[in-house]
């Protein structure tokens, strides 16, 4: 069914805002067929059936491009311990942190990891996100690392929204490989990868390259496997160090690295120079009490895209507010607003390799569109954790 939004501001993120003031947009299936200003709309769309929306900014669907919404568990008491004193280092090493949802993880079904990821994303979509990047990398067994990927992948099925998945198996060592990084990455990380590859439940490859975590000799070895597959890679890099994680992940054209806090200027320059976004994940900079920023002007002078994602996991960010992202990003990492909406439109698009596919506006694109009680685009990064959604439109259809 054909409808036209009237009455509308537009903000297309097509060159900057892209803002069109008194617009229209007609929407025929699932395709937006037209935008501009009301005034220019052709005689042909006139007649469709008209809900206009008093004056409300429309934008893209948001992109949430960097989650983990697939786990079970929580870490209250491992917050408790943090603030009674213990780095995240520190309890990372003393088997809580990641591991600790690991386990819940693994005890959990598929179904009851399901409804534990589905309460999530309904908080995402409740925010304006119509497409989320959901990482496996809490099951740590090539089993579990699957079962995480197949419960992403249903979430589309489920709810009204998009979803891309990313294999993590590279993000711990689990116990029962203690000392073995090279081992976990023969016996789980690649078999599983492979295995998801051929069941189809995979878009990207991402890991985590830390002191803690995976030395970049191995993520490469990875990288490796996923550019035989025909899969892109990301990276979660430079996050409490600087490895070269991004000099490792733009050597393999990585779609992003991700994190970037202790990211140098030659991370910088190979980053600009593959053309590789830069997503920045307030919510772990600030659950983290880290006090260094991402080198947000060299990327900027670079020319480096800048994305902006939730993080949305457990340990470092149990957000699930993307304009909560936005106003952190804003007055913790001084991104303008504008950086901020492109972070979480365009720029979270091309950092999921979707680029020219979603988050902008324009004739023949998809319709997944965000309606916010708001005005200008300033607006949705500058309350902080308020919910200014009026409503969605995903492929065409209107939540309510
Ligand atoms: N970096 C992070 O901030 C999260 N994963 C990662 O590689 C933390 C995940 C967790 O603590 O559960
Ligand atoms: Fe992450």
């Known amino acids: 069914m054909p409808i036209l939004l009237t009455d509308l501001t537009l903000a297309t993120m097509v060159e900057g805002y892209g803002l069109v003031p008194d617009a229209a947009l007609a929407i025929d299936g699932e395709i937006v067929a037209w935008a501009g200003p009301q005034s220019a709309l052709p005689a042909r769309y006139a007649a469709w059936p008209r809900r206009p929306l008093q004056g409300r900014l429309v934008t893209p669907g948001l992109i949430d491009c960097h989650t983990h919404v697939v786990f079970a568990g929580d870490r209250a008491g491992e917050f408790e311990l943090r603030l009674n004193g213990a780095s995240y280092e520190a309890v990372a090493r003393a088997g809580g942190g990641i591991l600790s949802t690991v386990r819940a993880t693994r005890a959990a079904s598929e179904d009851e990891l399901l409804a534990l990821a589905l309460a999530r994303a309904d908080q995402m979509i409740a925010g304006g996100a ?21 419960v992403a992948r249903r979430i589309a099925v489920e709810r009204p929204v998009r979803i891309r998945t990313t294999h993590l198996a590279a993000h711990a060592v689990p116990p029962e490989f203690g000392g073995r990084a090279d081992d976990y ?94 997503v920045v994940l307030p919510g772990a900079f600030y659950t983290l009490r880290e006090t260094q920023a991402p080198p947000i002007d060299a990327l900027r002078a670079a020319g480096v895209p800048i994305a902006l994602a939730t993080d949305c996991n457990p340990g470092s960010s149990p957000m699930t507010s993307l304009t909560l992202a936005m106003n952190m990003a804003c007055t913790l990492f001084r991104l303008t607003p504008l950086e901020a909406l492109q972070g979480v439109t365009v720029n ?12 902008t506006i324009a004739a ?33 259809r209107i939540d309510a």
């Open 348 to 359: 979270a698009a091309r950092a999921l390799g979707l680029a020219g596919d979603c988050g």
């Open 130 to 150: 119509t497409l989320i990047e959901v990482k496996s990398g809490y099951g740590l067994t090539v089993a579990d690392e699957l079962k995480m990927l197949r």
């Open 185 to 278: 990455i023969d016996q789980v990380a690649l078999p599983s990868l492979q295995q998801a590859a051929a069941e189809g439940v995979v878009d990207a490859v991402d890991a985590f390259c830390e002191g803690i975590a995976f030395a970049p000799a191995q993520v490469e070895r990875l990288f490796r496997a996923a550019r035989a597959l025909g899969l892109p890679v990301k990276l979660h890099a430079e996050q409490l160090s600087d490895l070269k994680g991004a000099v490792l992940a733009a050597r393999f054209d990585a779609l992003s690295a991700d994190h970037l806090e202790y990211l140098g200027a030659d991370g910088v320059d190979a980053m600009a120079r593959a053309g590789t976004v830069a």
């Open 364 to 396: 023949g694109r998809r319709a997944d569109l965000a309606v916010w009680n708001a005005r200008h685009p300033a607006e949705l990064g500058y309350r902080i954790g308020a919910t200014t959604l009026y409503t969605r439109m995903f492929g065409g």
